[in-house]
């Protein structure tokens, strides 16, 4: 989750800034009004047909449509990737890592989906939900902008993710992606968001370890640096008129992004709100902050500063860089190495069990994001090509010592919602991100910290689901305050339930445990109302028949009291039970049936069951050796009257003449 983005109720009536020519459904035709000599198919060549040919109704445009599109898509990969840059800084805080570490994750990800085989107009990098993850297995760093103790573990760990999502895409895994409920998806970007935001706290603490401005005793200078009397590690809270100008830097960050793309001007729309932001920020902070009041708050270069060791990816296996040296009591104290490889070791189960929580929040997170793309552009992406390109990406971004990465479904919304469609924004953005990254790297050291919280502050405000607490709040009012007042907002409390047990088990255990335990409750919940949806009714045909219809689920949840519906002692010889409304859903409800097969057989009399469907009958049969009292038999169909109820129903016999019926009856053991 990254990026203010609308919510998904309203974000098809968001209106972009520009249209892609493809994006309405009136799309020219080759050869029309753009150029009446232009057969629409060689514009560009294979460049266009790479980067653009995706985009719905392409094989139609003309000329001029194509190269509209072109420039469309080039703009809108520049603004994405400054709006990218400034979220990667802040997740790699979030995550206890260097920031250069989630840059170089954002434009490898990004390139490696963008160019093979990844979903058109989907932007991909370092996400909040990856973040999220890694934070609960790296301890916040001793030093700010360091990267905290087990960093070694996650190199490792990323590749993994990206061989268990190629394993997922072989078994086609990305089917279960369905079962993941509305309710599910409200608790998990609600608590993603409080991760986000709980984590925005960090700058406004600090340590002494490792020798910090803010300790400093001697003339109040902040060029002399010793050390601290306490414990180096404990956190405090910034004071003082610093503390206060951060809050404004924050607040006036917070503005800009938010209301500044509201003016309805097209001066407003020029450049991404997020870079707005930040040089309204720089401005204060070396304008108003340091020359005019004297003060000064943390940049990036204070914290986290990117040099030349940073610019470019390096194989972390064969890295051996150190941190810079810091003076300690007037002593020069050796920078440590920033990966120690030693600490590989025993770390085999950790290094699974992380790789196995960022795929599947990466799996998970990247199909909803897809299907949001779908609905916005209106043409349909390949799943498994995408899950493909996302697993060679982490593996690659591993290897180079990334933190991987997913979908960002803020700006891929973005992307789409401003004429997004096919591959060459999404590729403009990672390239643009590689460039700043490896070339204008000095200019990100002065970005004030500040400004990266309030643009993620607002990143929250956008991902948590607002609309969501009114259910939760009305779900506790009696009913008749609801109708008095017209509350209509009420849920099933069970679905509230599941987005509360979300919600909370995201911010205490991980956003994986969190979506597992919303699975599995929705399960439990959906099997305890379908074994409520079973009835049983009786008629009798004739002296010595009678027919029992059954409608609805046979399963474990009420396989236990089936047996209650038959009346063994007064039933005649013949007994038929019709499942023309019903199935047979697992093992319990075949042993329920041989059961009751049982009881009719000790009373020496017979029990047909008849309309089964196809599968039905193939479980019976397929397990006919452990269910020692059924036996399947040949023999005409009997015609039966029905009731009204079953010619509403208009069942199908699937067991008619000169095929199987299914008979129930004693059998030698």
């Not at 002494?208 to 405090?236: E, P």
């Not at 920020?281 to 070396?286: H, K, P, T, V, Y």
């Amino acid at each position: 989750m990254s990026l203010p983005t609308p919510t998904e109720d309203t974000e098809m009536e968001k209106k972009p800034m520009s249209r892609s020519p493809s994006a309405d459904s009136g799309v020219q035709d080759a050869g029309s009004a753009d150029n009446p000599n232009d057969n629409g198919d060689k514009t560009g060549g294979i460049f266009f047909k790479f980067f653009l040919g995706e985009a719905r109704g392409y094989g139609q445009m003309g000329r001029a449509s194509k190269l509209a599109l072109f420039k469309n898509e080039l703009i809108l990969g520049f603004i994405i990737a400054f709006a990218q840059i400034p979220e990667s800084v802040a997740f790699a805080f979030l995550a206890n890592l260097e920031p250069s570490i989630a840059i170089h994750s954002a434009w490898i990800m990004g390139l490696i989906c963008s160019l093979f085989g990844g979903r058109p107009a989907m932007i991909n990098g370092a996400t909040g939900a990856f973040a999220a993850i890694i934070s609960t297995f790296i301890a916040a760093p001793s030093v700010p902008g360091r990267s905290g103790d087990g960093v070694e573990t996650l190199f490792v760990s990323v590749i993994v993710a990206g061989v268990f999502m190629l394993i997922a895409f072989a078994l086609d895994l990305s089917r279960f992606v369905n079962i993941i409920s509305y309710p599910i998806m409200l608790g998990f970007c609600n608590g993603l968001a409080i991760v986000i935001g709980r984590s925005q706290l960090h700058p406004f603490q600090y340590t002494c370890s490792g020798g910090n401005r803010r300790c400093v005793v001697m003339n109040d200078s902040i060029d002399n640096i010793s050390n601290a009397t306490d414990d180096d590690h404990a956190h405090h809270w910034i004071g003082g008129a610093e503390v206060g100008w951060m809050i404004c830097i924050v607040l006036v960050s917070m503005i800009v992004m938010e209301f500044v793309p509201k003016i309805p001007h097209k001066a407003a729309k020029l450049l991404p709100s997020s870079l707005l932001a930040i040089g309204v920020a720089i401005l204060i902070e070396f304008v108003i902050v340091r020359i005019a009041a004297g003060s000064r708050t943390d940049t990036i270069g204070d914290v986290a500063p990117f040099s030349t060791e940073t610019r470019f990816p390096n194989l972390f296996f064969l890295d051996k860089s150190h941190y810079p040296n810091t003076t300690v009591d007037g002593e020069t104290v050796p920078g440590p190495r920033k990966f120690d490889f030693d600490n590989l070791k025993g770390k085999a189960g950790q290094i699974l069990l992380q790789a196995f929580l960022l795929a599947v929040v990466g799996l998970i997170e990247s199909l909803l994001t897809q299907e949001v793309v779908n609905k916005l552009t209106k043409t349909k992406g390949s799943r498994p090509r995408t899950i493909v390109a996302m697993g060679t990406g982490n593996i690659i971004s591993g290897m180079l010592g990334g933190m991987g990465g997913n979908a960002m479904i803020g700006l891929s919304t973005i992307n789409c919602l401003n004429g997004g469609q096919g591959r060459l924004a999404s590729t403009v953005t990672a390239l643009t991100v590689m460039v700043m990254i490896m070339g204008a790297y000095p200019a990100l050291n002065y970005v004030p910290v500040a400004a990266l919280v309030g643009i993620m502050l607002v990143v929250v405000l956008h991902t948590f689901k607002w609309h969501s607490l009114m259910p939760v709040l009305v779900s506790v009012l009696p009913q008749r305050w609801r109708n008095k007042y017209n509350l209509l907002y009420k849920f099933d409390r069970t679905d509230i339930l599941i987005i509360l047990i979300v919600t909370i088990a995201t911010n205490f255990l991980n956003l994986a445990y969190a979506i597992f335990l919303g699975v599995a409750f929705s399960a439990v919940v959906y099997a305890w109302n379908s074994s409520k949806t079973i009835t049983v009714t009786s008629e009798m045909v004739s002296e010595d028949l009678k027919v029992y219809r059954v409608i609805g689920p046979l399963f474990f949840g009420n396989s236990s009291t089936f047996a209650d519906f038959f009346d063994v002692d007064k039933d005649p010889a013949k007994v038929e039970v019709h499942f023309s409304g019903a199935s047979l859903f697992d093992v319990s409800s075949l042993k329920v049936l041989n059961t009751v097969s049982k009881q009719y057989a000790s009373a020496e009399k017979s029990l047909v069951v008849r309309y089964l469907d196809a599968v039905n009958t193939r479980s019976v049969y397929k397990a006919s050796k452990v269910l020692h009292y059924v036996e399947t038999v040949s023999g005409e169909e009997v015609s039966l009257p029905r009731t009204d109820s079953e010619e509403d129903l208009q069942p199908r016999p699937l067991i008619t003449a000169n095929t199987q019926e299914i008979v129930l009856h004693e059998a030698s053991v």
